[in-house]
């Protein structure tokens, strides 16, 4: 019976899904040589900002999400707050454990093991990025992570938007108390942006369609036909953000190689680490695995469009907070596809 679930969750999957690391890869180098050597596109799109939130890479990030929304019957929505052990697991781990387990892994590689290589004034910019990324857990990309671990999208609906919430008012608090700033200053703007973007408009536009198109066509025609026409815009999606976010990047990365590495290797145990405690605490709870998954991978990535503002509001473009968060966008993505292998293969282990 496991072996036939696996089995079922491979069905069709194509060379694009089979291969989706390496065009992930590709698409980074593609976005870090855009920026290095043609860098008139990023200029260009740059342009398009508002509240430090870029307009083109929320457009892309609104097209994978919205085919997501399409799937969600809003009875399950209801549901979905009538199971509060999932939302448990989720809010305790990105908000009592992450934040404080990121500066301490952080703290403990760019102070300690590291000092040889990293001068200290660097080293605690470089910490104030981990730690706001640590302090900002996903939203809009777990919906990107749910699906393609098959997770079910209303309950991580609700997952996120309590996750919005918490946001608001303890993302300050946190970074301040972990930094040792008083004067922090969130851009708020960008956070109720984002949550109308990446949340709002896609649910709206979601809810909307779904109720056009099975009141005139049916049921089974809205997802034996139409759900089926969006099955490769979300990935696409996924694929072209990355190029414009590391367009953006492109000279930053090129010129601190050895850096980037370093950096990477906190963030990179931080997130396995949060992952393997939620997933582990979900299946204890013996909570599905539709569930499970989602809960695990909102903690282990990152609000990297909150961290990156945030660090250029306080440190500076150039400095090594900004640095240090733009790190976290480098290795999200492959760490989390690797994850995301992994609650797959582990799917066996949960009812």
Not at 40 to 58: D, G
Not at 178 to 200: A, E, M, R
Request: overall charge positive; charged content about 10%.
């Amino acid at each position: 019976m496991e072996s036939n679930d696996i089995k079922a969750s491979n069905k069709g999957l194509g060379l694009f899904e089979k291969y989706l690391t390496v065009w992930v890869i590709l698409c980074i180098i593609a976005g870090i040589l855009i920026g290095k050597y043609i860098p008139s596109i990023p200029e260009t799109l740059n342009k398009f900002e508002y509240y430090n939130v870029s307009i083109p890479v929320a457009i892309l990030i609104w097209l994978m999400i919205y085919p997501m929304m399409l799937k969600i019957d809003f009875e399950s929505v209801v549901n979905a707050t009538k199971k509060p052990k999932g939302l448990i697991v989720t809010c305790v781990t990105n908000w009592l454990i992450k934040p404080f387990t990121m500066y301490l892994i952080a703290a403990f590689f760019l102070k300690v093991v590291f000092n040889a290589f990293i001068a200290e004034n660097l080293a605690t910019e470089y910490l104030a990025g981990a730690v706001l990324l640590g302090a900002a857990p996903c939203t809009a990309m777990v919906f990107v992570w749910s699906y393609l671990t098959e997770g079910d999208a209303a309950y991580t609906l609700v997952q996120v938007a309590i996750n919005d919430l918490i946001i608001l008012f303890a993302f300050t608090p946190i970074v301040a108390f972990l930094l040792g700033v008083s004067d922090v200053t969130v851009p708020y703007g960008t956070l109720i942006l984002s949550t109308i973007l990446f949340v709002v408009i896609p649910l709206t536009a979601g809810y909307l369609t779904r109720r056009y198109v099975i009141k005139n066509k049916g049921i089974e025609y809205f997802e034996n036909h139409f759900l089926k026409k969006f099955d490769k815009i979300t990935m696409m999606g996924l694929l072209l953000t990355l190029i414009i976010i590391f367009s953006f990047q492109g000279e930053i990365i090129i010129n601190n190689p050895v850096h980037i590495l370093l950096i990477a290797v906190p963030l990179t145990i931080q997130t396995f680490l949060i992952f393997g405690i939620a997933y582990g605490w979900a299946k204890a709870w013996k909570l599905p695995h539709s569930i499970a998954a989602p809960a695990a991978m909102i903690g282990a990535s990152n609000f990297f469009e909150l961290a990156v503002a945030v660090a250029i509001s306080l440190f500076g473009l150039q400095s090594g907070a900004a640095l240090a968060t733009i790190v976290g966008v480098l290795t999200e993505v492959p760490i989390m596809l690797t994850l995301v292998k992994i609650a797959n293969s582990t799917r066996h282990w949960f009812k």
